[in-house]
């Protein structure tokens, strides 16, 4: 069955019934809104593309990394799937030093096998936040 084209748009509803067969953006109505002209997340060809997310709880590092993970989960929530079919994620750091206690939260929210991940460390984040996430999910 051949592809449709990358820009393709259908209603992302119709995304639940075939990831393989849609480009759409996706957007769970709890989920956090995108603050640019793009997508907070798009559905394409069994993938799904979640834009950086950044944590609304600042109490602590450790639970704004747990909420931006919830930002990611509440996207692909919305088609059905979860941080089991996480493929790879880019997450950002304003201080390495953060490293190691980012870690301890994500691997409590990410099950095994675990996501290839990429983490780089930034200057500065919008709106002040310490840690982002962006990710790619699949069906396994």
Same mark, same amino acid.
């Given at each position: 069955?051949?592809?449709?084209?990358?820009?393709?748009?259908?209603?992302?509803?119709?995304?639940?019934?075939?990831?393989?067969?849609?480009?759409?953006?996706?957007?769970?109505?709890?989920?956090?809104?995108a603050?640019?002209?793009?997508?907070?997340?798009?559905?394409?060809?069994?993938?799904? %593309?979640?834009?950086?997310?950044?944590? !609304?709880?600042?109490?602590?590092?450790? /639970?704004?990394? =747990?909420? $931006?993970?919830?930002?990611?989960?509440?996207?692909?929530?919305?088609?059905?799937?979860?941080?089991?079919?996480?493929?790879?994620?880019?997450?950002?750091?304003?201080?390495i030093?953060?490293?190691?206690?980012?870690?301890?939260v994500?691997?409590?929210? %990410?099950?095994?096998?675990?996501?290839? !991940?990429?983490?780089?460390?930034?200057? /500065?984040?919008? =709106?002040? $936040?310490?840690?982002?996430?962006?990710?790619?999910?699949?069906?396994?």
């Amino acid at each position: 069955m051949p592809l449709p084209s990358p820009y393709h748009r259908v209603a992302a509803s119709a995304c639940l019934f075939s990831l393989l067969a849609c480009t759409a953006p996706v957007r769970h109505l709890d989920a956090p809104l995108a603050i640019g002209p793009y997508s907070a997340a798009v559905a394409a060809h069994g993938l799904v %593309f979640v834009a950086g997310q950044v944590g !609304r709880e600042r109490s602590s590092f450790a /639970a704004e990394v =747990g909420s $931006a993970i919830d930002g990611v989960a509440l996207h692909l929530q919305r088609l059905g799937l979860g941080l089991e079919h996480v493929v790879s994620t880019n997450v950002y750091l304003v201080d390495i030093a953060d490293f190691a206690a980012m870690n301890e939260v994500y691997a409590r929210r %990410f099950p095994e096998p675990r996501p290839a !991940r990429t983490t780089v460390a930034v200057q /500065a984040l919008p =709106g002040g $936040a310490r840690f982002e996430i962006q990710c790619t999910a699949a069906q396994r």
